[in-house]
C-alpha cells in the first residue's frame, strides 16, 4: 500500500497545471488504482482545473473506484451548472456507477436537467440503481463483461448479434434497453458486434454515439477504426463524441489511427485537442510500456 507522502506525490502532479496534461493523466490513473480516501481527495481537488476532458476523467475515475467517499464531491459537480455538461454528465455516471441507492433521489431530480446529455446520464442512472436494486443479475458466461469496467447498464441477456442491433438502434425504445444491447454486443467482441455498434454512431443521441465511441474503444478491433475516424473528422459533431472517437484511435493504435490522431491534435476544439494529444501520448506508451509511477505500471483507460 502507497503512504500518505507517495499518494500526495501523484496528487501534487495531477493539480498542477504548468505539467503537460498527459502527465496529469498518467497521475490520475496512478491515483485510481491506487484508491482510498486520500487518493480520492486529491482527485476531488482537480475539479477546478480548467480542462473539461481532465475533469470529466476525474470523474470517470470516481465513478469506476467505487468508493463512497467520493459522493460528496460528484454530487456537487454534477449540481454546479458552471461546470461543463460533459464533466456534469460523468458525474451522474460516476455516481451511478458506486451504486449506492442513497443518491437515487437526485438523480430523479437531475432526469429533467435542461442539458440533454445530463438528463439522459441521469436516467441511465436512475435505472442501473433500480436494477441493482431489484435483484436481476444473473448473466451467462456469453454475455460478461471481460474489460472489467463498470458499465452505466448491464448487458442483454442471451439474444443473437442481429436481434441486439435492432434494439441497439430502435430510437423509440427506452435508452436504458439499447444501452444494454450496446453492452451485450461488446462483450461478443467479434467482428459482426462491431459493424453492428458502429451502426449506432447514426443514432440521434449525442450521449448515445459517445457511449458506442467508448465500447469500440475497448474492443480495440480494427473494424471499428472508419466508424471512429469518420466520428472524429466530421466538425459538426457534438465535442464528447469528437474526444471519445479521439480516445478510442488511441486505444486500437492501427498506423491510420496515428495519423488522424496526429492531424486532429490540433484541432480548433480543446476537448477533441487535448484527447488527441492523450490518445497520441498512450500509443506510445503503449508501444514503449516503460513508464513508472509511484511504484506501478499505470495503464490509460476510459
Known amino acids: 500500500m502507497a503512504s500518505v507522502e507517495q499518494v500526495a506525490a501523484v496528487g501534487h502532479v495531477l493539480v498542477d497545471p504548468g505539467l503537460d496534461l498527459t502527465r496529469r493523466f498518467r497521475a490520475l490513473f496512478t491515483l485510481k488504482?491506487?484508491?482510498?480516501?486520500?487518493?480520492?481527495?486529491?482527485?476531488?481537488?482537480?475539479?477546478?482545473?480548467?480542462?473539461?476532458?481532465?475533469?470529466?476523467?476525474?470523474?470517470?475515475?470516481?465513478?469506476?473506484?467505487?468508493?463512497?467517499?467520493?459522493?460528496?464531491?460528484?454530487?456537487?459537480?454534477?449540481?454546479?451548472t458552471e461546470q461543463e455538461p460533459m464533466v456534469r454528465?460523468?458525474?451522474?455516471?460516476?455516481?451511478?456507477?458506486?451504486?449506492?441507492?442513497?443518491?437515487?433521489?437526485?438523480?430523479?431530480?437531475?432526469?429533467?436537467?435542461?442539458?440533454?446529455?445530463?438528463?439522459?446520464?441521469?436516467?441511465?442512472?436512475?435505472?442501473?440503481?433500480?436494477?441493482?436494486?431489484?435483484?436481476?443479475?444473473?448473466?451467462?458466461d456469453a454475455d460478461k463483461n471481460p474489460y472489467s469496467s463498470v458499465d452505466p447498464a448491464p448487458p442483454a441477456v442471451s439474444k443473437s448479434v442481429s436481434e441486439l442491433r435492432v434494439t441497439l438502434v430502435d430510437e423509440s425504445l427506452p435508452l436504458f434497453e439499447r444501452y444494454r444491447a450496446m453492452f451485450a454486443l461488446r462483450n461478443r467482441g467479434n467482428e459482426e458486434a462491431v459493424l453492428a455498434l458502429a451502426d449506432g454512431l447514426q443514432c440521434s443521441s449525442a450521449l448515445f454515439r459517445h457511449e458506442i465511441a467508448y465500447v469500440l474503444g475497448q474492443m480495440q478491433h480494427p473494424a471499428a477504426v472508419p466508424g471512429l475516424c469518420a466520428a472524429l473528422e466530421n466538425s459538426n459533431e457534438n465535442p464528447m463524441v469528437r474526444h471519445e472517437?479521439?480516445?478510442?484511435?488511441?486505444?486500437?493504435?492501427?498506423?491510420?489511427?496515428?495519423?488522424?490522431?496526429?492531424?486532429?491534435?490540433?484541432?480548433?476544439?480543446?476537448?477533441?485537442?487535448?484527447?488527441?494529444?492523450?490518445?497520441?501520448?498512450m500509443l506510445e506508451y503503449e508501444s514503449s510500456e516503460q513508464f513508472q509511477y509511484a511504484d506501478g505500471l499505470v495503464r490509460l483507460q476510459g
Not at 43 to 72: N, V, W, Y
Open 245 to 281: 472517437a479521439a480516445e478510442a484511435l488511441g486505444s486500437i493504435g492501427k498506423e491510420e489511427c496515428l495519423s488522424v490522431l496526429q492531424r486532429y491534435s490540433g484541432d480548433g476544439e480543446r476537448v477533441v485537442k487535448e484527447s488527441c494529444e492523450v490518445a497520441l501520448d
Open 89 to 140: 454528465h460523468e458525474a451522474g455516471e460516476a455516481l451511478g456507477a458506486i451504486g449506492d441507492p442513497s443518491v437515487l433521489d437526485l438523480l430523479k431530480e437531475y432526469t429533467q436537467d435542461p442539458i440533454i446529455e445530463v438528463a439522459e446520464t441521469c436516467q441511465l442512472a436512475v435505472r442501473r440503481l433500480e436494477w441493482l436494486q431489484s435483484g436481476e443479475r444473473q448473466l451467462d
Open 33 to 80: 488504482n491506487l484508491g482510498g480516501a486520500y487518493a480520492i481527495e486529491w482527485i476531488s481537488k482537480a475539479f477546478t482545473d480548467e480542462s473539461a476532458l481532465l475533469k470529466h476523467e476525474l470523474a470517470f475515475c470516481l465513478g469506476q473506484m467505487q468508493d463512497r467517499t467520493a459522493i460528496p464531491t460528484l454530487t456537487a459537480v454534477l449540481k454546479d
